[in-house]
């Protein structure tokens, strides 16, 4: 909103009927090419003459949902949480903390005994698995850009077949296979050695 003063002026700014409740509100002005940060209750005093724009930002608040997922399932084992978000709890109940300001949260489970994380492992050994084939196979994968600024990307053109392929495999990325092999090595030695009965 822009507002001039025709003589000297204090404004107070009121909300509305919107319920804001789940959003953080802050407000700008820049009065003659300086910008001050107001803070509620929102007040704004000009001369006259003197031109504000005011900028109001509303940023809705997060929440954090902490799920249990056990194997087996439907265990009766209790498992802690610290951090910014605390509390314990069993196979399929969830832990949730709303009402946050935009930021970094970090949040710890206690190791039980008798339990591994099997399922954040899995991911891991799988997505590094999969990301060291692609790069090991397609090595220009992260140069196609480059590979088009320097113009090499003619000489692939000229050739009788999709020139995509081309440029992905013509480049073999040796730290691909490293990758390949520690994520096949962690699957094998962590996960599925950690896979067991209750």
């Known amino acids: 909103m822009a507002i001039r003063a025709r003589a000297p002026t204090r404004i107070d700014f009121a909300g509305g009927t919107t319920d804001l409740a789940d959003y953080i509100a802050s407000m700008s002005c820049t009065v003659d090419g300086n910008t001050t940060t107001l803070t509620a209750p ?11 724009s005011c900028t109001l930002t509303n940023t809705q608040r997060g929440s954090i949902t902490i799920v249990k997922q056990t194997l087996p399932d439907a265990s009766t084992a209790s498992f802690s949480f610290t951090g910014d978000v605390t509390g314990s709890i069993s196979d399929g109940e969830s832990l949730v903390v709303n009402d946050l300001a935009p930021g970094s949260y970090s949040v710890t489970e206690s190791a039980l005994n008798g339990w591994d994380l099997t399922g954040v492992v899995t991911i891991y050994a799988v997505s590094a698995s999969g990301f060291g084939l692609v790069v090991a196979l397609f090595g220009n994968l992260t140069r196609v850009a480059h590979v088009i600024a320097s113009g090499d990307l003619d000489y ?22 490293g990758d390949l092999l520690f994520g096949i090595l962690l699957y094998h030695f962590h996960t599925a050695a950690s896979q067991k009965t209750y």
């Open 156 to 177: 692939y053109l000229a050739l009788p077949a999709n020139p995509l392929w081309h440029v992905l495999a013509s480049r073999m990325n040796l730290s691909g296979w």
């Open 42 to 52: 929102y007040s704004l005093e000009l001369s006259a003459g003197q031109v504000a």
